[in-house]
């Protein structure tokens, strides 16, 4: 009979529904140090190991590392679950999901006192230094996981039901990289702005909060433009959103046009998720190519809207006056309007707007500042930066906030 090492490796090395997860350097690195042939080849193994898993949000913990690994794995067990379809897999396809779970369940119960010790009757002239080699955690502290592991497939259908696999269900901003095997990435910079703190547009806010809900609601959802000039937090509001609802299964996937000739295996991806997701489309211009994305918003399934933002103007040269509605003509800037279901106009704050929403960004702040001196600062700021936007009304905020914790007084920044 193999002993507990020779049957913890070979039933990781023949992991089937879940080998994906042998592509993970920590699960690879793991497997190799259970049968190393020199203490060379030990020592460098652990060490990679090792600081592959402290680089995680799981630090030492490899057990919670190898279960999150496979909570989110994308496979034919997973993907049926996310579309509540597991009982109809084939008795053999969940046995081998449940067998590949009771191995990756073995292999994070392998402790780093265990292994030294197994090396160092296998090396006796090395003990000393194979006592020094840092240690992991080997018991689930962020995961409640049944051993064996195989015993909570039911648990693992059920939050993938809910969830969905892959990146999407791990992260609520994603990239979508066509030239990638794995064509969705995590984005690589998420804004943390809250709902809460964009008061600038409040029924515009609510417009577009309103249509967000209807989306979750699984309701038919508009297609969104949002126009405004460059700094009205157009943006911003979109990423708002997401961090708002991301609990209730709200994903955002940015996209570029060039990209959409690639998204059939997107939308099949989207189509078989239990989440709503925005595809979003930021700064498009009048004169690009609409086609395709027409095309798009036609093949899109019922959980997936197109949220898009310009910038240029849709029919003159000019942002749209407080309180003006969008009114698109003929030209190709109207056309663009006109793809979506609805049209969202940020327009231009006017003086008493603007100084508004510079006190409630100070007040938020516990900034003390003379009221009557910071109306008269915010015409004079915005003069000398040529804008008049949320985005140069923040800027000036922050100035304040650093001239004052340098002991200076703002209007020096005047």
């Known amino acids: 009979m193999p002993d507990t090492f020779s049957l913890i490796k070979l039933t990781a090395n023949s992991l089937s529904i879940y080998r994906n997860l042998h592509r993970d350097p920590v699960i690879a690195d793991m497997i190799a140090l259970i049968d190393c042939e020199s203490v060379d080849r030990l020592a460098f193994l652990w060490g990679r190991m090792f600081e592959g898993l402290s680089r995680s949000k799981f630090y030492a913990n490899f057990a919670d590392y190898v279960f999150d690994k496979a909570l989110y794995d994308e496979n034919v067990f997973t993907k049926a679950a996310s579309r509540n379809l597991y009982i109809a897999l084939p008795k053999l396809i969940r046995s081998a999901a449940q067998r590949d779970l009771t191995a990756l369940g073995l292999l994070a119960s392998v402790s780093s006192e265990e292994l030294k010790s197994r090396y160092r009757e296998k090396f006796p002239s090395d003990g000393e230094a194979i006592s020094l080699l840092p240690d992991w955690v080997n018991k689930n502290n962020k995961y409640d996981v049944k051993t064996p592991w195989g015993d909570d497939i039911q648990k693992m259908a059920d939050f993938v039901r809910h969830h969905g696999c892959g990146n999407m269900a791990r992260c609520e901003t994603l990239r979508f990289c066509p030239d990638a095997e794995d064509f969705l990435r995590p984005a690589p910079f ?4 809250s709902l809460s703190k964009l008061t600038a547009y409040p029924q515009e806010k609510q417009r577009l909060i309103e249509n967000t809900e209807t989306l979750l609601e699984a309701r038919p959802a508009a297609h969104v433009l949002l126009y405004g000039g460059r700094g009205a937090g157009k943006t911003s509001l979109v990423r708002a959103l997401v961090n708002e609802y991301k609990g ?110 510079a006190a409630k960004l100070c ?39 650093a001239s004052l914790s340098r002991g200076q007084s703002f209007p020096d920044l005047l």
């Not at 093949?299 to 040269?317: F, G, Q």
């Not at 003006?324 to 940020?346: H, K, N, T, Y």
């Not at 009557?372 to 922050?398: F, H, K, M, N, Y």
């Open 190 to 193: 998420t804004d943390p702005v």
């Open 248 to 357: 209730r299964g709200l994903r955002l996937i940015e996209m570029g046009l060039q990209s959409l000739p690639y998204a059939d295996a997107l939308l099949e991806k989207i189509s078989s998720s239990p989440l709503k997701v925005i595809l979003f489309f930021d700064d498009l211009t009048p004169d690009a190519d609409l086609s395709s994305l027409s095309g798009l918003m036609a093949a899109l399934p019922a959980n997936a809207v197109v949220y898009a933002t310009a910038s240029r103007p849709l029919d003159r040269p000019e942002p749209p006056e407080p309180g003006e509605e969008l009114r698109p003509g003929g030209s190709p800037a109207a056309a663009l309007a006109q793809l979506f279901g609805e049209a969202i106009v940020l327009p231009g704050l006017g003086a008493a707007e603007l100084s508004d929403l």
């Open 363 to 401: 007040a938020d702040r516990g900034l003390a500042i003379d009221p009557a001196r910071l109306e008269a600062a915010v015409p004079r700021w915005c003069a000398r930066r040529g804008t008049s936007t949320p985005r140069s009304i923040r800027q000036l905020v922050d100035a304040i906030d």
